[in-house]
């Protein structure tokens, strides 16, 4: 008999939170398709880096602000998503300096996956049990919305070549 996993209920509070975390998920699908079609590295690590200074700097820098302060600066689930946030901005880092390299954008998607997985089955839901409903409320009234990363403004879209094991160049 297999367990039936029911949705997270997650609190309007922290719903733009997890809005950021899908379109981190997506730019995660979008190096592994670009790496998939065998597209050069430097041309992901320009999205990547694009993404990063556009989007997720400014998504770490909520949470850091606005999230990980109602926790304990010793709770361990705090320690990890703060420890996650710093090797991530070491990723990035990494990807400016050797745009050339596919592991580190390779290290870089596990860790971005990974990270966001852990805020939303860990973290939130911790942060959810805590936070009491007038903490929820601040909460909700003080994070300012942010646009989302409008991908029609980027020109290269890698993401959207075929994988290069199946296109008609490589069949010959």
């Known amino acids: 008999m297999s367990k039936k996993?029911?949705?997270?209920k997650r609190s309007p509070a922290l719903v733009e939170f997890s809005k950021d975390h899908h379109f981190g998920l997506l730019l995660v699908w979008k190096i592994r398709?670009?790496?998939?079609?065998?597209?050069?590295?430097?041309?992901?690590a320009q999205y990547v880096t694009y993404?990063?200074?556009?989007?997720?700097?400014?998504?770490?820098?909520?949470?850091?602000?606005f999230l990980f302060p109602t926790l304990h600066e010793h709770n361990s689930l705090r320690q990890r998503a703060e420890r996650e946030h710093a090797e991530i901005r070491g990723l990035v880092s990494s990807i400016r300096h050797f745009p050339f390299d596919p592991e580190w954008l390779k290290s870089f998607a596990e860790l971005l996956e990974a990270h966001i997985r852990f805020e939303e089955r860990e973290l939130f839901n911790q942060l959810q049990t805590l936070m009491s409903e007038a903490e929820l409320l601040k909460l909700l009234k003080e994070v300012p919305a942010r646009p989302h990363l409008e991908d029609e403004k980027w020109?290269?879209?890698?993401w959207e070549r075929k994988p290069k094991e199946i296109t008609a160049e490589n069949r010959s």
């Open 5 to 8: 996993t029911k949705p997270i």
């Open 33 to 44: 398709q670009g790496q998939r079609a065998g597209i050069p590295p430097v041309r992901i």
């Open 51 to 65: 993404f990063y200074e556009q989007d997720l700097q400014h998504h770490f820098a909520d949470e850091e602000k």
């Open 155 to 158: 020109r290269d879209r890698f």
